[in-house]
């Protein structure tokens, strides 16, 4: 794929874009491209659209019951009687995520996560004798319900010239259930340089290991699941801005334990300054550790798995010309419009075993992800290596709901979608330099095409 080929279609000029627009959509998209008409019972169903926030439809009366239970228990501010601290950053999963309704973003960089590593001989650490790998900004000390005994510093971010910090803004949470039912095998096959693909753009897979507890949760490691791996192997990393997690419910039970301070059977560590003891004081008697049977764990997974994308907005001529410019310009190599749930998604029921989840299973669904990490340059990178993704590496970030953001990038820096474009580099670095050579005109149907998402 040459540089030559990929401005082809910009340098004919918006006239032509405008004209050709609606014949180069692909053919299996009506004029309203979100939507699917196909049918072909061989193609997995399109999710009916769903107001933001709302429960993915098709969910069964218990299914639905365990969203709204999970989702008070989101809500929930919790007290240091149940587990908050001793240090945390927020006492509610609300705290960050609430723009522009439960489980969305945070539209202020207030509330970043600041990963602090320490660099030492050209080796990285997580750097828990200096508040790694994540800092806690607020401690229970004084606090209502807290013991007046447990005295505990928040944690600062270090000084030394060793000491590194890499800012996280707050992902809003919508569709995860549906990534993380996406299969190993298919993100796998999108990885790599390929002649579908513009130059230079290559995509690699990221490996995260699963829990070595989740062998208690039963489905979560049965043969007929897309988790095919026995407990504590390797699985395909979907979650988080360098895709380190490979599962929905890791990526829920590890933020309770390193935002909140809630101990669970998974991560059993108490959060304290620089990786001190934690005193006697501040530890709950008997409640070691704090979520002892996963039962709220297990609530904030049902929340997150069951929670739906954001329908997508109304779709203009402009939009419609957007979204082909979007594909002219390189975005869809790692954006990818379209993925497919597995056959069968299962998660633990309240009674222990295995449930499968029939609004999670075998759907097309509309992420613009490939779930992969690319190298975005060094402007982008930072110190945080996580799995096989380096400083430089970043996940392609989910697109839908794009028009409820207003930070953009793994640190919320940009301000505008324009700014986040142009700080793509690395294997984005031909799409941002196709972009600049766009009109005001296509520049602003792109725009149109992404606040419709």
């Not at 971010?157 to 549906?178: C, E, K, M």
């Not at 690319?374 to 970043?394: E, K």
């Amino acid at each position: 794929m040459t540089f030559r080929r990929l401005l082809r279609p910009l340098l004919t000029g918006s006239a032509l874009l405008a004209t050709a627009a609606l014949a180069d959509i692909a053919p299996d998209a009506p004029s309203d491209p979100s939507r699917s008409t196909s049918a072909d019972p061989t193609v997995a169903p399109s999710i009916p659209p769903q107001p933001i926030g709302a429960p993915l439809p098709g969910l069964t009366p218990e299914e639905l019951s365990l969203f709204y239970e999970g989702k008070a228990l989101f809500e929930h501010t919790f007290t240091p009687q149940e587990g908050l601290g001793p240090v945390f950053n927020g006492p509610s999963c609300a705290t960050c995520h609430s723009n522009p309704v439960t489980a969305g973003s945070d539209p202020t960089t207030y509330n970043n996560v600041h990963h602090i590593t320490l660099e030492w001989d050209g080796n990285t650490y997580l750097a828990f004798e200096l508040g790694g790998p994540v800092r806690q900004a607020k401690s229970i000390t004084g606090m209502p319900g807290a013991d007046p005994a447990c005295v505990v510093a928040p944690e600062k971010d270090p000084t030394i010239p060793a000491g590194r910090v890499s800012l996280r803004h707050t992902p809003p949470l919508f569709g995860l259930g549906l990534l993380d039912a996406v299969t190993d095998e298919q993100i796998i096959a999108m990885a790599g340089s390929t002649e579908a693909k513009h130059y230079g753009v290559i995509g690699t897979p990221n490996w995260g290991v699963e829990l070595e507890g989740l062998g208690s949760l039963l489905a979560f490691h049965l043969d007929n699941t897309p988790r095919t791996q026995p407990t504590g192997a390797s699985r395909v990393g979907r979650f988080g801005w360098k895709a380190p997690v490979s599962t929905l419910f890791q990526f829920t039970t590890e933020p309770f334990n390193i935002e909140l301070g809630v101990s669970t059977p998974f991560f059993p560590r108490e959060n304290m300054p620089d990786g001190s003891l934690v005193p006697d004081a501040c530890k709950i008697p008997n409640a070691q550790p704090n979520d002892a049977q996963s039962q709220k764990s297990l609530r904030l997974f049902y929340f997150q798995a069951f929670l739906a994308p954001p329908a997508r907005g109304p779709v203009t001529q402009d939009a419609l010309q957007g979204e082909i410019l979007f594909g002219q310009l390189g975005c869809t190599d790692c954006h990818v419009k379209r993925l497919t749930t597995a056959p069968d998604y299962y998660v633990p029921g309240t009674d222990g075993r295995p449930h499968r989840v029939a609004a999670l299973s075998n759907k097309t669904v509309e992420p613009y992800t490939d779930l992969l990490i690319h190298d975005m340059g060094p402007d982008l990178g930072d110190h945080r290596p996580q799995g096989l993704a380096s400083g430089r590496f970043w996940r392609t970030t989910p697109l839908w709901g794009f028009r409820y953001k207003t930070r953009y990038l793994h640190d919320g820096s940009a301000a505008t979608p324009e700014e986040a474009i142009l700080a793509h580099h690395g294997e984005g670095q031909i799409s941002t330099q196709a972009y600049l050579l766009t009109s005001s005109v296509d520049r602003a149907r792109l725009n149109a095409f992404l606040n419709s998402l």
